[in-house]
């Protein structure tokens, strides 16, 4: 379970000022896979950065129960400096897992080859993509927070990209960003629209789903 309490999130850019969370407060059920929804700009991957703790809300609290994820292939927390296996063994010591069965799968998931041992900032951004997810997928979570990422990489990946986050999804909850809908009708039961710093859900994906064309067709 996820709540969010009197959640507001505000920037301030060049003089002007741009709420994408208003005084929230919601409840994401444990093991519910949620379809966050919203127009570009609205807040969505503000939403999933505040809920995994990487950014702060400016006013109000968010409480969970069970471990949340980082946004899955988030890359920006691995060191420039350190080669794939070293971050890699560096996130597995921090969640206490056994480091060699880690690496061992991020090393045949994300199919680096000798790059694996290569400093990471000399990756690609697809090879960073690769290396992140699988790290990601690694970790076993209680809340998968997703943010477009299954779109990187070749079919083959996102193929087997797919695999592994329906592998997980059966035993944990998941908060889906994502622009594709058959992408968030495989793998959401439920929806939450994001809409001017609102927040409204529904248990009903298709509701979530109706709620938000209605929002683009308005624009």
Known sequence: ?????????????NGRRKTVADNITQVFPSGASVALLGRNGAGKSSMLQMISGEMLPTSGKIFSTGSISWPVGFAGSFHPD?????????VARIYGLDTD????????????????????????SGMRARLAFGVSMAIPFDTYL???????????FRKKSNEVLHARLANSGAI???????????????GAVL?????TFYSDLDEAIAHHMRNMNQR
């Open 1 to 13: 379970m996820i709540r969010l309490q009197n959640v507001t999130k505000t920037y301030h850019l």
């Open 82 to 90: 350190l080669t794939g296996v070293q971050n890699t063994r560096f």
């Open 101 to 124: 069965e880690v690496i061992d799968f991020v090393s045949d998931f994300a199919d680096l080859g000798d790059h694996f041992f290569l400093p990471f900032r000399t990756y690609s």
């Open 146 to 156: 997703i943010d477009e990422v299954t779109a990187v990489g070749d079919a083959n």
């Open 176 to 190: 889906v960003v994502s622009h594709s809908m058959p992408t968030l009708n495989e793998i959401c039961d439920s």
């Open 195 to 199: 809409e001017n710093g609102h927040l």
